[in-house]
């Protein structure tokens, strides 16, 4: 889980990896978003654990680029 600051204390943005399958499904929550139920899914990762980690920091950097 990664989070970052939204301006409004105590309400960060959220991003998790979940497994789904042979991968991991990427989600993304807003400030005040129900971490325990599905959020906006940005990505999916799948592939041996260094193609996992690539694609995983590539949706982060979309990610934050898009300026959350």
Do not use: H
Not at 18 to 37: C, F, I, N
């Amino acid at each position: 889980m990664a989070t970052k600051d939204s301006g409004v204390a105590g309400l960060p943005w959220t991003i998790t990896a979940v497994r789904a399958g042979k991968g991991m499904r990427v989600s993304l929550y807003q400030p005040g978003d129900d971490t325990e139920v599905e959020g906006d899914v940005i990505g999916e990762v799948s592939g041996n654990p260094r193609e996992m980690g690539r694609q995983l920091r590539s949706i982060l950097e979309d990610v934050v680029t898009e300026g959350i």
